[in-house]
């Protein structure tokens, strides 16, 4: 469903006079698999399917010869609707009234048998690793007992003891690493250790180019990757709504689209957007360009392309891009652009463009205080040249290949522990930058 949503959110993009009643529709989208999923339409005279011929027979409610104003609960197959919605909320008390009354409820229906179980029990197997991937781990062993009630609660399955440790047997058959102890048993491996995940989740939490919405969406899906006991513990320590985030909804209709460019050597058109005084976005030119590599740098995505007009590479943030669509003519291709004839050179780009300036590098000499010089490594990487400075033993010289323009950024940054000596024409533009700065607190 939420690639679907996804689409619909793309189209709101490019066809903004659409956008409300798009939205309106996106807002509105249920996933009808849930309760399928759940298996509360199961009916065994129908083999197993799930038939909503079953669950909702009152298709002709004005038949004298169907009487359900008698019932609780339920009386059309409206209400039987309104109650499976809400059945997945529902507390386990709840749950089993709502459950008595669809059971009279299909009494009174023609053709139907009475439900002894929502779903049966051949589907236990499954059902007891599900159980044991939700509810437990080394410090949350379940008994046998706690499983036959998982399975009743949750499923309406009821089974022997004696099945529920054949079952778990079976599952450590077929590889499923679950380990027994006196305490109850446990689901051991998983694909994901808890540790692992939180870094996931950070990185999502960390992207900026994510929107909250989505950084929502596939925390949740990380987190069902995990326990209950995960998912509680996570809920008290992040907040999505309290990062820095974009209000780009259409970042993820766009990948999808470079990802196409990209595969198929194909251009893309799109709006380059600028933030305005409101904190919206607002147009600031219309790029056709070869699209080449999504690159995250600095918590940011970028696209990576050639601009036939500017005749150079250009790194385009992603979440400042709007109104994309794929073009007809073939992209440039990468080898015949200078600097490029051998690909692209990853670890040779990022030490290069800190700030993602696609002037050509050249080789740059500072320097700087000795005590800054891991965030020098931070940001340029190893492969530079740093050696004592002579004429102060509390500084290094270094030499590094980059971007001017984005030296010039990252030097006014670091002024107070940087002064970069060459080439001459950079000092100059830094020095000017710095008079200029100065003037605006005289």
């Known amino acids: 469903m939420g690639f679907e949503k996804g689409r619909i959110r793309g ?62 609960g339920v009386h059309n197959g409206g209400e039987v609707s309104e109650m499976f919605a809400k059945m997945a909320t529902m507390q386990p008390k709840e749950l089993e009234t709502a459950r008595g009354q669809l059971l009279k409820y299909q009494d009174i229906h023609k053709g139907a048998e009475p439900m002894e179980s929502f779903e049966p029990k051949k589907l236990a197997l499954i059902r007891i690793w599900q159980i044991l991937k939700e509810y437990s781990d080394y410090d949350h062993p379940l008994t046998q007992d706690d499983i036959a009630q998982h ?56 992207s900026k180019h994510i929107t909250a919405k989505h ?21 008290n320590i992040y907040s999505v709504n309290d990062w820095s985030k974009t209000d780009n909804q259409a970042l993820f209709f766009n990948i999808e689209l470079i990802d196409t460019a990209i595969d198929q050597k194909l251009r893309v058109a799109y709006d380059y957007n600028k933030i305005g005084i409101d904190k919206k976005l607002h147009k600031s030119s219309y790029q056709v360009v070869s699209p ?81 010089v891991d965030q020098i490594v931070d940001w340029f990487g190893n492969d530079i040249r740093i050696a004592p400075n002579s004429e102060n033993e509390n500084q290094v010289k270094v030499s590094v290949v980059a971007s001017p323009n984005a ?7 670091y002024a107070n522990y940087v002064e970069v000596l060459s080439p001459d024409c950079l000092r100059e533009r830094i020095r000017n930058s710095l008079l200029s700065g100065l003037k605006k607190y005289n």
Request: glycine letters at 4%.
């Open 215 to 235: 950084s929502k969406d596939l925390i949740d899906r990380l987190c069902g990757l995990s326990n209950k006991y995960f998912r509680s513990h996570v809920k």
């Open 407 to 413: 030296m010039e950024h990252w030097a006014m940054q």
């Open 292 to 372: 080449y590599q999504l690159i995250l740098h600095n918590q940011r995505y970028y696209l990576m392309a050639y601009s036939e007009y500017w005749g150079n590479m250009v790194f385009h943030r992603l979440d400042r891009i709007t109104n994309m669509k794929l073009m007809e003519e073939k992209a440039t291709d990468l080898q015949t652009i200078p600097g490029y004839k051998n690909g692209i050179d990853y670890k040779k780009l990022s030490s290069a463009m800190p700030y993602m300036y696609s002037d050509e590098p050249e080789r740059i000499d500072f320097v700087a205080d000795a005590g800054i």
């Open 11 to 72: 189209l709101a993009e490019l066809y903004p006079d659409l956008r409300e009643h798009l939205m309106n529709i996106h807002d509105h989208i249920q996933d009808l698999m849930i309760p399928f999923q759940k298996k509360w339409y199961y009916c065994r005279a129908m083999q197993g399917s799930y038939s909503i011929k079953y669950v909702l027979p009152a298709l002709f409610p004005d038949d004298p010869t169907l009487d359900y104003h008698n019932l609780d």
């Open 151 to 206: 399975l009743e609660n949750d499923y309406g399955i009821v089974i022997e003891r004696k099945a529920i440790s054949r079952n778990i047997s079976l599952l450590k058959e077929a590889g499923i690493d679950i380990e027994s102890r006196r305490a109850g048993s446990y689901l051991e491996g998983r694909d994901f250790e808890d540790s692992e995940l939180k870094l996931l989740i950070d990185g999502v939490l960390c």
